[in-house]
């Protein structure tokens, strides 16, 4: 009795709260967050764990939130404002010791700073010489794009084009398609040929995994393109090695030989697509066929027609059909866009659309129609003193914007023009110091002693090491929100699990107390996170059909409303009535063309001092930046920490062995890392971890990560960044045993 009784003392002292996870992955997680009432009258999250519930979740989480309360209640969380203290020079102090620089403050104080700060900058220089900075760090509609974009709206702020991942793929899938849907995951379990083009499924897409195995236990095979010998790559039936930036090509001689043997589904193309002639005589050009495309991607012709052949007849001889799944890797090239566009017209010519299992997913963004006019009040900009839209900054350019834009000529005039220097800097959701590209140019720029700029985070971040102010941001617990996802069907509402730790506020209250010190009198900055749910859910659009946020709150997930065919499934693009281009079918023209991205073995920059193609790879366990810094995440990662994996060839040409010490370098910048010599990347193909800058040296040196050898050069759709069109040479730089000799490893200086 007595033990009855406790337990049932114990189970009154918990509660099940469902939230979603709100990291910048395809999965988009249902969490269950089990909180525990404490003696004092707070609360303690005490356990997380997926929602059995959800047919994609299914009950289990990645590795990377699994232990999500290690992050949670990390003892390195920023628990309160802080103010860059006098004399304390922006940048990392190094040795652990970068929270010296700050001094705690009152969320009153740094109101008040940076609502002057902001109101005295945009009178002398204009509003649009405030750039806010954000990305995903959180994918829930109110903390990805809500009260924070009517702000700035309404200060006249510039805008910021989002490009950094995913645009360029996004327009392109668009331009095909006319709206972003896929294959739905579940339906991969009935596929007979799985494809994982750039898409480290078993990394960064685990729930998709579950639904992969069960097709390859009833006969799929799961074939592997990717320059990286990933974990998918590792336990696939095949993997296809393809040298970066050549996946258009690729694509190409796929199709050459599935017009040339007839293997085209003729009736789905004549049904469903515009352009079909142009695209089969493009294709079958010579330069088109196996032979020639082998010389380029580095994959042999044979294996070509075989995949084209194993891919074209997928579906017609009683085993399941051939599904995609793309991933955004393939689209950070100089013409990645173009690579998307030529990979997603692969379902349209053999009709693969048209069976369960079938397809392609890139991405299931576009099924979700959330209002986000509503959200995001773009007519705001009107009621700014610009009275006008404001200028837009490439966020993929961030360097060029903090160092070059409006910047005053040697002649006194205006240097690099499109409106005002960027006077602030406003960042949230986003870690640029350490993933945006041509980080000597970003660091560079972040050093200006004039630049003032805030810094909303949950760590101390290589970002935060830059700012004047900063202020202390919630995890996924801590904040109530409604997301969509870009892996599966479902739209979800997250509770707030448990009060925001110390004194962390969220995105929305964060903005609209702004608004309220700099004298926005709108009653939306009044609204509150119910309200925005509400807004962001207001649509007569038939895919959130019965959606609502009383619905959400009780059921926590529910399917979106897509329409179905007579067997009731829903299978996108299976016909015309799908598609949402202006011609209302798929578009295979303008046929897509390959060219070698200047930055590549064939490109127009290859030259002998930096003949290497180099591939920023992101890490399994970490989120680009994000969990770099929990030790658990660390020790993970530990066996790629540092290492430089190179081809034993191109280690050899270099007189390397595993364990020497190797600068990495270009014109852009270098970094240090340790020699892994090894079957991961192809000749001619050097590999590194994105890590944070601080995390990268030695002895708590400050140090670069991969993003001092990229690039700003933008994709040739979209706008976006083009990491993996980068150009590098590799030399020795200490023998194994560590001894090394001296190199000038200074490129980042106050500008
Ligand atoms: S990071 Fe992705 S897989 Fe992991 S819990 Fe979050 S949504 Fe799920």
Same mark, same amino acid.
């Given at each position: 009795?007595?033990?009855?009784?406790?337990?049932?003392?114990?189970?009154?002292?918990?509660?099940?709260?469902?939230?979603?996870?709100?990291?910048?992955?395809?999965?988009?997680?249902?969490?269950?967050?089990?909180?525990?009432?404490?003696?004092?009258?707070?609360?303690?999250?005490?356990?997380?764990?997926?929602?059995?519930?959800?047919?994609?979740?299914?009950?289990?989480?990645?590795?990377?939130?699994?232990?999500?309360?290690?992050?949670?209640?990390?003892?390195?969380?920023?628990?309160?404002?802080?103010?860059?203290?006098?004399?304390?020079?922006?940048?990392?102090?190094?040795?652990?010791?970068?929270?010296?620089?700050?001094?705690?403050?009152?969320?009153?104080?740094?109101?008040?700073?940076?609502?002057?700060?902001?109101?005295?900058?945009?009178?002398?220089?204009?509003?649009?010489?405030?750039?806010?900075?954000?990305?995903?760090?959180?994918?829930?509609?109110?903390?990805?794009?809500?009260?924070? *974009?009517?702000?700035?709206?309404? /200060?006249? @702020?510039?805008? !910021?084009?989002? %490009? $950094?991942?995913? +645009?360029?793929?996004?327009? #392109?899938?668009?331009?095909?398609?006319?709206?972003?849907?896929?294959?739905?995951?579940?339906?991969?379990?009935?596929?007979?040929?799985?494809?994982?083009?750039?898409?480290?499924?078993?990394?960064?897409?685990?729930?998709?995994?579950?639904?992969?195995?069960?097709?390859?236990?009833?006969?799929?095979?799961?074939?592997?393109?990717?320059?990286?010998?990933?974990?998918?790559?590792?336990?696939?039936?095949?993997?296809?090695?393809? *040298?970066?930036?050549?996946?258009? /090509?690729? @694509?190409?001689? !796929?199709?050459? %030989? $599935?017009?040339? +043997?007839?293997?085209?589904? #003729?009736?789905?193309?004549?049904?469903?697509?515009?352009?079909?002639?142009?695209?089969?005589?493009?294709?079958?050009?010579?330069?088109?066929?196996?032979?020639?495309?082998?010389?380029?991607?580095?994959?042999?012709?044979?294996?070509?027609?075989?995949?084209?052949?194993?891919?074209?007849?997928?579906?017609?001889?009683?085993?399941?059909?051939?599904?995609?799944?793309?991933?955004?890797?393939?689209?950070?090239?100089?013409?990645?866009?173009?690579?998307?566009?030529?990979?997603?017209?692969?379902? !349209?010519?053999?009709?693969?659309?048209?069976?369960?299992?079938?397809?392609?997913?890139?991405?299931?963004?576009?099924?979700?129609?959330?209002?986000?006019?509503?959200?995001?009040?773009?007519?705001?900009?009107?009621?700014?003193?610009?009275?006008?839209?404001?200028?837009?900054?490439?966020?993929?350019?961030?360097?060029?914007?903090?160092?070059?834009?409006?910047?005053?000529?040697?002649?006194?005039?205006?240097?690099?023009?499109?409106?005002?220097?960027?006077?602030?800097?406003?960042?949230?959701?986003?870690?640029?110091?350490?993933?945006?590209?041509?980080?000597?140019?970003?660091?560079?720029?972040?050093?200006?002693?004039?630049?003032?700029?805030?810094?909303?985070?949950?760590?101390?971040?290589?970002?935060?090491?830059?700012?004047?102010?900063?202020?202390?941001?919630?995890?996924?617990?801590?904040?109530?929100?409604?997301?969509?996802?870009?892996?599966?069907?479902?739209?979800?509402?997250?509770?707030?699990?448990?009060?925001?730790?110390?004194?962390?506020?969220?995105?929305?209250?964060?903005?609209?107390?702004?608004?309220?010190?700099?004298?926005?009198?709108?009653?939306?900055?009044?609204?509150?996170?119910?309200?925005?749910?509400?807004?962001?859910?207001?649509?007569?659009?038939?895919?959130?059909?019965?959606?609502?946020?009383?619905?959400?709150?009780?059921?926590?997930?529910?399917?979106?409303?897509?329409?179905?065919?007579?067997?009731?499934?829903?299978?996108?693009?299976?016909?015309?009535?799908?598609?949402?281009?202006?011609?209302?079918?798929?578009?295979?023209?303008?046929?897509?063309?390959?060219?070698?991205?200047?930055?590549?073995?064939?490109?127009?920059?290859?030259?002998?001092?930096?003949?290497?193609?180099?591939?920023?790879?992101?890490?399994?366990?970490?989120?680009?930046?994000?969990?770099?810094?929990?030790?658990?995440?660390?020790?993970?990662?530990?066996?790629?920490?540092?290492?430089?994996?190179?081809?034993?060839?191109?280690?050899?040409?270099?007189?390397?062995?595993?364990?020497?010490?190797?600068?990495?370098?270009?014109?852009?910048?270098?970094?240090?890392?340790?020699?892994?010599?090894?079957?991961?990347?192809?000749?001619?193909?050097?590999?590194?971890?994105?890590?944070?800058?601080?995390?990268?040296?030695?002895?708590?040196?400050?140090?670069?990560?991969?993003?001092?050898?990229?690039?700003?050069?933008?994709?040739?759709?979209?706008?976006?960044?083009?990491?993996?069109?980068?150009?590098?040479?590799?030399?020795?730089?200490?023998?194994?045993?560590?001894?090394?000799?001296?190199?000038?490893?200074?490129?980042?200086?106050?500008?």
């Amino acid at each position: 009795m007595a033990t009855e009784a406790q337990g049932m003392a114990a189970e009154a002292r918990t509660r099940v709260v469902h939230a979603v996870c709100s990291h910048d992955c395809p999965d988009s997680c249902a969490v269950l967050v089990t909180v525990e009432s404490l003696a004092n009258g707070g609360e303690r999250a005490v356990k997380v764990e997926g929602d059995p519930r959800h047919p994609v979740t299914q009950g289990f989480l990645c590795g990377k939130v699994a232990q999500y309360l290690e992050r949670v209640y990390s003892p390195d969380r920023l628990l309160y404002p802080m103010r860059r203290k006098p004399g304390r020079p922006k940048g990392p102090a190094g040795h652990g010791r970068d929270a010296d620089a700050f001094e705690r403050i009152s969320w009153d104080e740094a109101l008040d700073e940076i609502a002057a700060r902001l109101a005295a900058i945009a009178a002398e220089f204009g509003p649009e010489s405030v750039l806010p900075y954000s990305y995903a760090g959180t994918i829930g509609k109110l903390g990805f794009g809500s009260m924070d *974009r009517r702000f700035f709206h309404r /200060l006249g @702020a510039s805008q !910021l084009a989002r %490009t $950094i991942c995913s +645009e360029a793929g996004g327009v #392109a899938f668009k331009q095909v398609y006319g709206i972003k849907l896929g294959t739905p995951p579940e339906d991969f379990a009935h596929a007979g040929l799985i494809v994982a083009w750039g898409a480290n499924i078993h990394g960064n897409n685990i729930h998709l995994w579950p639904f992969v195995e069960e097709a390859r236990r009833k006969g799929a095979r799961l074939v592997v393109i990717d320059p990286y010998r990933t974990r998918t790559a590792a336990v696939a039936d095949e993997h296809l090695a393809i *040298r970066p930036g050549t996946d258009t /090509l690729l @694509a190409l001689a !796929l199709m050459h %030989t $599935i017009f040339a +043997e007839g293997l085209e589904d #003729a009736e789905y193309m004549a049904a469903c697509t515009d352009g079909a002639a142009e695209l089969r005589a493009h294709a079958l050009r010579p330069e088109h066929a196996p032979e020639r495309a082998a010389a380029i991607t580095g994959i042999d012709a044979e294996t070509i027609r075989r995949l084209a052949r194993a891919y074209a007849k997928a579906g017609r001889d009683g085993n399941g059909p051939a599904a995609i799944r793309l991933n955004y890797g393939v689209q950070r090239s100089e013409n990645g866009g173009t690579a998307v566009r030529a990979v997603c017209m692969l379902p !349209l010519i053999t009709g693969a659309w048209r069976q369960r299992g079938g397809g392609l997913q890139l991405t299931t963004s576009g099924a979700f129609p959330f209002n986000g006019d509503a959200l995001e009040m773009p007519e705001l900009m009107q009621a700014s003193p610009l009275g006008r839209e404001a200028r837009t900054v490439n966020m993929s350019r961030l360097g060029h914007a903090l160092t070059e834009l409006g910047q005053t000529s040697a002649d006194g005039g205006v240097a690099n023009g499109d409106g005002p220097p960027v006077k602030a800097l406003f960042v949230y959701n986003s870690n640029p110091a350490a993933v945006a590209p041509n980080q000597n140019a970003v660091l560079r720029g972040m050093l200006r002693p004039d630049l003032f700029t805030v810094v909303h985070e949950q760590f101390l971040t290589d970002t935060a090491d830059y700012a004047d102010i900063l202020l202390p941001a919630p995890t996924f617990l801590e904040v109530k929100d409604v997301q969509g996802a870009y892996g599966h069907l479902y739209a979800q509402l997250s509770q707030q699990a448990i009060a925001p730790l110390g004194e962390a506020w969220s995105n929305v209250r964060l903005f609209a107390e702004l608004a309220r010190r700099m004298g926005f009198a709108e009653a939306c900055f009044a609204d509150t996170d119910d309200d925005l749910i509400d807004q962001a859910l207001a649509t007569e659009h038939p895919f959130f059909a019965g959606i609502t946020r009383q619905r959400l709150q009780q059921e926590g997930h529910i399917a979106l409303a897509l329409p179905g065919n007579a067997a009731g499934e829903s299978l996108p693009f299976s016909d015309a009535n799908w598609f949402r281009t202006a011609s209302g079918r798929g578009e295979l023209t303008p046929v897509p063309v390959f060219i070698a991205p200047a930055e590549s073995r064939g490109g127009a920059a290859c030259t002998p001092e930096y003949p290497l193609e180099f591939l920023p790879r992101k890490a399994d366990n970490y989120m680009n930046s994000t969990f770099a810094n929990i030790p658990r995440h660390q020790r993970m990662e530990a066996r790629s920490t540092g290492l430089l994996e190179l081809h034993p060839a191109d280690a050899a040409a270099r007189g390397l062995v595993t364990g020497d010490a190797v600068e990495v370098f270009n014109a852009r910048g270098s970094l240090r890392l340790r020699a892994q010599v090894g079957g991961s990347v192809p000749q001619g193909v050097v590999a590194a971890r994105l890590n944070w800058n601080k995390l990268s040296g030695a002895d708590g040196a400050a140090a670069n990560n991969v993003n001092a050898l990229t690039s700003e050069t933008v994709t040739d759709i979209g706008g976006g960044a083009t990491f993996y069109s980068t150009l590098v040479e590799v030399r020795k730089v200490g023998e194994r045993s560590g001894i090394e000799t001296p190199v000038d490893r200074t490129p980042v200086a106050a500008g």
